[in-house]
Structures are given as C-alpha cells and as structure tokens.
C-alpha cells in the first residue's frame, strides 16, 4: 500500500505553511510588493498568465514546487510524451501531444513510430477538406456541400464546437457547420429543420463507434437522408466517419474510405487535434488548423522543458492544488471575456472533470484528500449579472481563470476597453474587496445618518481575498487558442500527477449507460416497472402513463 501524499514532507510543510498564512489578505500582499505583477506573471506560447492575485507568497510557490519535485511530476510528464503506458487501467499510452508534434522526433507506441500515421491522416484531412472546400466533392444531385452536420457528444463533440466558435472570425468557407450532440429530438429536428439533404454532409465522430446518443443520432439522420430525396447509392457520398472502430462504422454503411482513423492512445476529451476536429478544419481551412497545431505543440514544449517555477501548466496546476487540498475549496470558474470563447467552460469541464473526477488513486488506493473541483464558468461580462454576487459576497469563494484577448475580431470605438475594465475591475474587486469602515464611509458620504451608515454597512461589506488568475495574449489566433487549450490540458494533466490518479480513464460514467439501457427497456416495456427503485419505478411509470395517454 502506497503512502497517501498528505504524509510527503513537501504536503506537511504546506499544511504548517498554510497554518500560519491562510488569512493573510491580498491586499498586504500587494501593499508590500509593489512588483507582485511583475514577479508573479508569465508568459509561454503567447500567453500570459497573471497568477499575483492569488493567496500566494514565494514561500508559498516554493514549498509547492517542492511537493511537484517530491511527486517526481517532471519524469511524469517525460514518461507521457514519451508513449509509455500511463493510462493503466486500460494500459494504454497518452499521446494526444503526437498529434501536434512538429520535432521530428519519433513517438513510439509498442515499438512503432506512430507519426507517419499521424501525418497520413492530417494529410488525408487536407485532401478531404479541399474537395468538399472547392465542390470537388458533391452531392448526390452533383451540388456543392452547403451544410455539414457533424455528429458526436463528449470529446467528440465540445473540443471541435468550442474551437470553431473561438475561431469563428477565421472561417473561410460559405458552408455552415451543425453540431449534433444530444439525444433529443429537439436538437435533431432543430438541425436538420432547415437543411437540404441533397447538399448535406454527415460526419459521424465517434473514437467507439458505440456510443448511445451518436449512433442513435447517425441513424435518425440517415433515415432522415433517405425520406427525403437520398438513396442508399447515395450514402458513400454524404456520410464520413471518424472513429477508432472501422468495422462498426463500414457495417453503419460508411466506405472505408470516407473513415479517418482514431487511436487508442487519444482520449476523447483531448482529441479535438486529432480528425475529430475535421468540422473545424472544413470551416477554417487546413492551414489554420495546422496554426492551432502550432499553438499546441509551443505549449507542449514549454510544458516538457520549462523549469517548474517558470512552467505555465505547473504553477497553474500547484496553485489549484493549493485551494482544493489546503483551503478545501471545491469549484473553479472558467471566465472568458470573449464571445467566441463563450464554449471554454464547457469543454474544460469534460477535460478537467472527466479526467481528475476520481476518488481513487492510479495504484487503487482511496484518496484521503480531495481531487479535481467542479468546472463552471461563463462569458464575462453577462456573469457579472448573474454569479458575480456570490463569488464576491458569498461564504465560500471560488478561484477564477479570467481569461482575455487584448484585441478584438471586432472594434468599434470604447467596447473593447469597457469589456477589458470589466475584466480587470472584477478580479481587482474580488482581491481588495471592501471592509466596513469602508463601506460605512461612502454611507456616511452619500447623507447618512451615523445609526443609518452603521446598520446597513454590513451588507456592502466585501470580503474581498478571493482569488483569480487572468490570462491573456495579444490576439484570438488559431495558433494562441491552441496554445491556451493545451495549457489547460497541461494543467490537468498535472494535477491528475500530482494526485496520484489517472486522467486519462472514465469508468465513472459506465454504470449510468448500463443502467440507462434497463430503464429505457421498462419505459418501453407494455407493463408497468417494479424492477427498480421506488422514485425510479415511480419515473417510469409516470412517463409511461403520459405516453400512454398521447
Ligand atoms: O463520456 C464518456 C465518453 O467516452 C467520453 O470520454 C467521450 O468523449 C464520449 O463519451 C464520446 O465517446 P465516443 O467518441 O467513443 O463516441
């Protein structure tokens, strides 16, 4: 039995360290160092992380650099770049860095260089692309592509929509990309509403090819294909796949080779790099998404060889770890001040909750520290309107990524600025905050009396001490949204390290699907259910007797 990390040195000294500096408010902090900006910002591959606003001193960074180096965290991530096995519950490499690595270097996965396979694909990416770009490939009716639906949930889904929508102003084609997830009928009808099948491609994204939602969605729009105008001739023309299970997607009735291959060495949530993201290369263009490749493998290389007290991932990762297992905090915000980056806090929450929602250490043991937090977030400014009033004045805090391109796709006279001020004043407010006597002043000023400034200062009292990060970069380029995704994936990954479990499995979410698949028998069924529970017995026949009904 391994020995849990709340017994490493490194752990305890945090533990006597956090003891003596735990309420020590950000506002000293910055009081006695006029350069804390400068001292505790960095920048990697374009992006620039401001992390001064946290409850943080240099003995603070240096006793969690040292729990890094106590948990060997620098041969850990060697040992992924380098293909070795570290997804040990399926015995598998992690190896969705190959997919962005312009060295030259191999990468070996049981003996084989995998970047011929991977330089194969990205090439058949491009012939794909440029056919249907430039009409070569048509449909049925001979017509050019106007829509493409691509079909898949998960990571096979959220990493290609957020990138499209983050790089909305590099698309460069009139066709219109239609993402389909969910297994609702809403979301079918609401997408192929308005769609001709003549002009439509289906690209069906699925690493298992088995999946619930995707094949059930796949189906519904091949039979929606063939009612209205398509014919089974037709389907070599207007369904691609993108999977790692070739024989279940050639037996759905989709040529071999309209099939772009997945690996088991790519997880879903960290595979948008890989052909899952040929809706958005359709939409931007091959050489753009080769420029997020780029921004990838920067970040990738940054995260290998960067010193660990210079290291983007590293201090972002430590700094987390520093709320979650010191001060027991237990939820992060993701907030983009950006439009097109509104997706962010979605696909960061596949990526950070599927891969570090785990109780269990990689070597079995039952972690006796909290794990990874619960991912939300959304576009700044509208969550000022909306969450901004617990995260300044609630009981328990939330640390928060704001995150802001210094340009704009789109400038018109002070928007940008006013949109920055936001950004910058809120993670101010959230640090300073505003104490009582401050607050009974600007009472006092407004005209109120002594008794009246006394009894209503309480409630504008801002504790202020809650802590931010703010990232930021020039622009919103294909190559600096590359770098800032894999940033996060860097971050998780580290953690994931750093906790001791694998980020890189998901058995949490098997025993909901096998359930699901009862259930859904019973709501079928012609009699009623009293196999289950008695709220999941009494579910289903509730909806059994309104479907009884229609
Ligand atoms: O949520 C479970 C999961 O396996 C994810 O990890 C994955 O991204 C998603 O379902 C879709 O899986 P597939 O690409 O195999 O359809």
Known sequence: ?????????????????????????????????????????????????????????????????????????????????????????????VLHTALRNFSGRPVTVDGEDVMPLVRD???????????????????????????????????????????????????????????????????????????????????????????????????????????????????????AAVTANVEKAVEFGIEEDNIFPMWDWVGGRYSMWSAIGLPLALTIGLDAFRDLLHGAYEMDEHFRTAPLEQNLPIIMALIGIWYINFYGIRSHAILPYDHYLRGLPAHLQQLDMESNGKSVTSDGQICDYDTGPIIWGGAGSNGQHAYHQLLHQGTHFSPCDFILPLTTHNPIDEFHATLASNCFSQSQALMQGKNFDEAKAELLALGLTPEEAERLAPQRVIPGNRPSNTLFFDRATPKTIGALIALYEHKVCAQGLLWGVNSFDQWGVELGKHLGNRVLEDLLASQSSQAHDSSTNGLINAFRAMKSKL
Not at 14 to 36: C, G, I, K, Y
Request: aromatic residues 10%.
């Open 1 to 93: 039995m391994s020995t849990s990390i709340t017994q490493l040195k490194s752990w305890l000294q945090l533990q006597t360290h956090f003891d003596r500096v735990s309420e020590v408010h950000m506002r000293d902090l910055f009081t006695a160092n006029p350069n804390r900006f400068q001292e505790f910002s960095l920048t990697a591959a374009g992006i620039t992380l401001d992390f001064s606003k946290n409850r943080i001193c240099d003995d603070t960074l240096s006793l969690l650099i040292q729990f890094a180096q106590e948990r060997a965290i620098q041969p850990g991530i060697q040992a992924m770049f380098d293909g070795k096995p570290i997804n040990g519950s399926e015995n598998r490499s």
């Open 121 to 239: 694909t990205l090439k058949r990416m491009e012939d794909f692309c440029w056919k249907v770009r430039r009409h070569q490939w048509r449909g049925y009716g001979n017509k050019p592509f106007t829509d493409v639906v691509s079909i898949g949930i998960g990571g096979s889904f959220l990493g290609p929509k957020l990138a499209s929508s983050a790089l909305k102003p590099f698309w460069d084609t009139q066709i219109k990309c239609h993402y389909l997830a969910n297994i609702d009928g809403s979301h079918i009808t609401e997408i192929l509403r308005h769609l001709n099948p003549e002009t439509t491609l289906f690209i069906v994204q699925s690493k298992s090819f088995s999946t619930q939602e995707t094949l059930k969605n796949a189906l519904g729009c091949r039979e929606w294909f063939l009612q209205n105008g398509g014919a089974i001739e037709h389907l070599g023309k207007h369904f």
